[in-house]
């Protein structure tokens, strides 16, 4: 089949890359001009199990209507004249009970497993590489409180696969003897030994070139999607600035823009973008430097080591597609990043970031057919969408091609 691909984030690329190894003719659009320019281009670079938690909860809730009156929360909330706004909140409380945050984390941790080794896969066969450890990934807690409250839902995880470790903070340098230094400030934490990092851009440009080279895919970039050109219960393609591009098949992976162009076509896809900061600093003392992956789940900051480089992400911020910055805004980062690993770098040399995490209210991607026969859903990943990219398209090839995928489809497939 010949097959469109909207969208060459990460989502993208990788589901082009499987569906292109199944011998269909693919052809990528992307209205950036390069591959992973958007949401892929700078994330906390956590490949992360031990983050597949699902953010609607009821501790998530008030959360969120705490950030309405309260600025320094890692969520943020600016109050816009935006009815989807409200609507997708609306669906966000619903699922802020126990019963469906344990529900929405078992789907998104079976994912993430299965992602994980995805991308592994699609390393090893290859040969890419992407400023990768694979070390495990702490997620510490400042109190004894938040610890023992924490611990919780990585138990929940651990009973569902994940393998995990809770330690005290001396075993936390041991694992970590980048945080000797804040050793005293932090209670213990939760450390994921299967978990890893790496650089999603890095990954996503070798991943489109391999695509390319390798495998025939074709990359439309700097061309704007506009809406889908219907035929009945059909799609036979998509309309650009340059004209229509015709197919057999459609996969939308847009990103933060797939629920807006979804909404042009009465599909019923809540995905809301929720903005997210990182900074990127070369390490002028790498022994200062962490040597993994890592989270303080009390200020909701999390970091990575991406060779030489400190990658610093946070915030959780509901301004529509805003996607704006002021160097205020990273203050918070820069604080907390010479508090954990003192003398390791210097911010004036950080490059500054932020993007839009494509969300949805229940945390859980949505992948599958959608109301046309011959339209494919891969998107609303969320904050961890480097983590399920992988194992999203290759579960999304083998529905296009009438497999058996390989995990669940249990709450994975799309049935809006």
């Not at 909140?89 to 993430?112: D, G």
């Not at 695509?211 to 990359?219: D, I, N, P, Q």
Request: glycine letters at 10%; a neutral charge.
């Amino acid at each position: 089949m010949k097959i469109l691909v909207l969208g060459a984030g990460v989502v993208g690329t990788a589901a082009a890359y499987y569906l292109a190894r199944d011998g269909h003719e693919v052809t990528v659009v992307e209205r950036h001009p390069a591959a992973a320019r958007g949401t892929s281009y700078s994330n906390a670079g956590l490949v992360s199990p031990g983050d597949a938690t699902a953010w609607a909860s009821p501790a998530a809730l008030k959360t969120f209507i705490r950030s309405l009156y309260t600025p320094d929360l890692g969520i943020k909330v600016r109050l816009r004249l935006d009815p989807y706004f409200y609507a997708w909140s609306l669906r966000f409380l619903f699922q802020c009970t126990t019963a469906r945050l344990r529900a929405n984390s078992e789907v998104k941790l079976r994912l993430a497993l299965y992602s994980r080794q995805c991308i592994n896969e699609i390393s090893a066969e290859t040969g890419l590489s992407y400023d990768e450890r694979r070390k495990g990934i702490l997620y510490f807690f400042r109190s004894q409180k938040s610890l023992d409250e924490g611990s919780e839902n990585y138990r929940f995880l651990a009973e569902h696969g994940l393998p995990i470790e809770i330690v005290d903070r001396n075993r936390m340098v041991d694992l970590e003897p980048g945080l000797a230094a804040a050793k005293d400030s932090i209670s213990g934490g939760v450390y994921s030994p299967i978990d890893q990092t790496g650089d999603s851009r890095m990954f996503v440009e070798s991943l489109a070139a391999h695509a390319t080279e390798r495998l025939g895919v074709k990359f439309m970039f700097g061309t704007n999607v506009e809406e889908l050109v219907i035929d009945g219960d059909r799609v036979s393609g998509v309309k650009t600035p340059a004209g229509i591009v015709m197919a057999d098949a459609v996969v939308i992976a847009m990103g933060p823009e797939s629920g807006l162009l979804g909404r042009r076509h009465g599909i019923d896809l809540p995905v809301y973008p929720v903005k997210g900061y990182t900074a990127t600093v070369p390490l002028d003392d790498p022994d200062k430097g962490p040597t993994m992956g890592g989270a303080d789940e009390d200020d909701l900051i999390a970091y990575s080591r991406l060779g030489n480089r400190l990658r610093l992400a946070a915030t959780a911020e509901f301004a529509g597609f805003d996607r704006s910055h002021k160097p205020q805004d990273f203050a918070r980062l820069f604080k907390a990043g010479q508090e954990l690993f003192p003398g390791a770098f210097n911010p004036r040399k950080a490059e500054v970031w932020a993007g839009l995490r494509p969300m949805m209210p229940g945390s859980v991607p949505v992948i599958g057919r959608a109301r046309f026969q011959n339209l494919y859903l891969d998107t609303g990943h969320g904050h961890v969408g480097w983590t399920m990219a992988c194992g999203s398209g290759k579960f999304l090839a083998d529905l296009v091609a009438g497999r058996k995928p390989e995990i669940d489809p249990q709450g994975l497939v799309y049935k809006g």
